[in-house]
Nanobody
């Protein structure tokens, strides 16, 4: 069993940066791949980024490449999403998830409650 708690969301101006954190509980955290997804009002949840259980492999949605960076600290049971050059269209609730390494939300077994990111123009 893994429990996930996101933090770090907030209001930022376009062009700014935020770093999201996802703290995990459970001794098996290091065996799971981790992902970030987001959901904007009226839209479906979409994939943002994923990192393998070892941290050696990462994958990003095309619109996030070069702007977002996913990392994990196994010792701290935490995964991070560094978001730079934010745009108003990045406004959404951001969720972290633990499970398989992939783009589909159905590949992940555990989800956090989400953290709101709002980017003003």
């Amino acid at each position: 069993q893994v429990q996930l708690v996101e933090s770090g969301g907030g209001l930022v101006q376009a062009g700014g940066s935020l770093r999201l954190s996802c703290a995990a509980s459970g001794r098996t955290f290091s065996s799971y791949a981790m992902g970030w997804f987001r959901q904007a009002p009226g839209k479906e949840r979409e994939f943002v980024a994923a990192i393998s259980w070892s941290g050696g492999s990462t994958y990003y949605a095309d619109s996030m490449k070069g702007r977002f960076t996913i990392t994990r600290d196994v010792a701290k049971n935490t995964v991070y999403l560094q978001m730079n050059s934010l745009k108003p269209e990045d406004t959404a609730v951001y969720y972290c998830a633990a499970g398989g390494y992939g783009l589909g939300s159905n590949q992940y077994d555990y989800w956090g409650q989400g953290t709101q990111v709002t980017v003003s123009s």
